[in-house]
């Protein structure tokens, strides 16, 4: 079973920077599409951005050009570095693959003050 670990979270000022972790257990890590997911309460997980199993990003047109999203296939591990955060950001944020394929992990909170 593949278990998802996100890390990370915390307070931050507006304008300050964060940077995700999500450690992916479990073979095929590699030639999956990833993607971070946030969700606020109330509204349904919002799809952030996504690596390709050869790099190739996407990203939401809200966080375009302050967050940037990369994986390293040896360590299993997606990142989402987060600049100039704004205080809409503020949401629990996960890792999966873009379908969703795998069990949703715990997600680790980000708050943006402002």
């Known amino acids: 079973q593949v278990h998802l670990v996100e890390s990370g979270g915390g307070l931050v000022m507006a304008g300050g920077s964060l940077r995700l972790s999500c450690a992916v257990s479990?073979?095929?890590?590699?030639?999956?599409?990833m993607a971070w997911y946030r969700q606020t309460p109330g509204k349904q997980r919002e799809l952030v951005a996504s690596?390709?199993?050869?790099?190739?990003?996407n990203y939401v047109d809200s966080v375009k050009g302050r967050f940037t999203i990369s994986r390293d296939n040896a360590e299993n591990t997606v990142y989402l570095q987060m600049n100039g955060l704004k205080p809409e950001d503020t949401a629990v944020y996960y890792c999966n693959t873009k379908t969703g394929f795998y069990t949703w992990g715990q997600g680790t909170q980000v708050t943006v003050s402002s």
């Open positions: 479990g073979s095929l890590f590699g030639i999956r599409t």
């Open positions: 690596i390709t199993s050869g790099g190739i990003t």
